[in-house]
């Protein structure tokens, strides 16, 4: 669909999704390039988690409206299934009140972001229609999925830096040659308090120094789950085996807000 200088890009999720980052890295970068980006308020983000009420549907298409947006995404990155169920209602919604550009309205593209699975689905059942993020593009993808002309990019963004496509090509070469699955854990013992509940960041960080060891490891992990027991019991047992692994000095609970 050509792309037009005047387009106006709405960013919206359902309230009960509170990662925001994405969403505003991407309003950043569309304003980088001088177009009109509006976030949806609270108001209609909340109206985004009850698409069955007609208020709600009325909410979302007066901010449709009154915004004038023809570019709309859609981001939903908890649950895989709930995210393609909450995609497919919105587009629903749309296309009932005549939103889409097809039946005359205003919305001439929508894009979708979300978890792997729940793009790999929205791609499946929507095909080129609606472009899906997953959260790894580059900026310079990111707008070329927005349909952002190049010469309406930034040139540092346009150019693609070569730091971040040497670095995409350096893991590709790891991934592909397997020679990671032979490293081994460093052996960080040799300090007062190693492994005990007084352990702490700056000791371990000291003695590493002092032993010319290789930097800390750390990894951001957590599942999703609606039932808080379940998922508290699921992060456990990958701490667990994480540690017994001895490969991870830092932990950082990445567990969803619905069961942190």
């Not at 947006?69 to 649950?79: A, E, K, T």
């Not at 190049?150 to 040497?166: H, Q, R, T, V």
Request: aromatic share 8%; proline share 6%; with cysteine.
């Amino acid at each position: 669909m050509t792309f037009r200088n005047e387009d106006v890009f709405g960013l919206v999720r359902p309230s009960v999704d509170v990662h925001t980052l994405g969403i505003s890295l991407i309003a950043d970068l569309l304003r980088d390039c001088g177009y009109r980006v509006v976030i949806a308020d609270e108001q209609v983000c909340e109206a985004c988690n009850t698409l069955d009420l007609r208020p709600s549907v009325e909410t979302v298409e007066r901010w449709i409206r009154e915004n004038r947006i023809s570019r709309l995404g859609f981001s939903y990155r908890l649950d895989a299934e709930d995210g393609v169920l909450a995609f497919e209602r919105f587009h629903q919604r749309l296309r009932e009140r005549l939103l889409l550009a097809n039946q005359g309205g205003p919305v001439r593209r929508m894009f979708f972001a979300g978890l792997p699975a729940a793009c790999d689905i929205v791609r499946s059942r929507f095909g080129n229609d609606v472009p899906v993020f997953h959260g790894d593009e580059s900026p310079a993808e990111s707008l070329r999925m927005l349909g952002v002309p190049e010469s309406n990019m930034p040139p540092d963004i346009a150019g693609e830096p070569l730091y971040d496509k040497a670095r995409m090509e350096f893991a590709r070469t790891l991934v592909a040659d397997g020679r990671y699955t032979d490293v081994q854990p460093v052996d960080r013992s040799g300090y007062r308090n190693f492994g005990t509940e007084h352990d702490g960041l700056a000791d371990r960080v000291a003695h590493g120094v002092h032993a010319g060891l290789p930097p800390l490891m750390r990894a951001h992990v957590g599942p999703y789950g609606p039932n808080r027991e379940e998922a508290v019991r699921l992060f456990t047992d990958w701490a667990y085996r994480l540690a017994s692994s001895g490969m991870l000095d830092v932990l950082s609970i990445g567990t969803s807000q619905l069961t942190q």
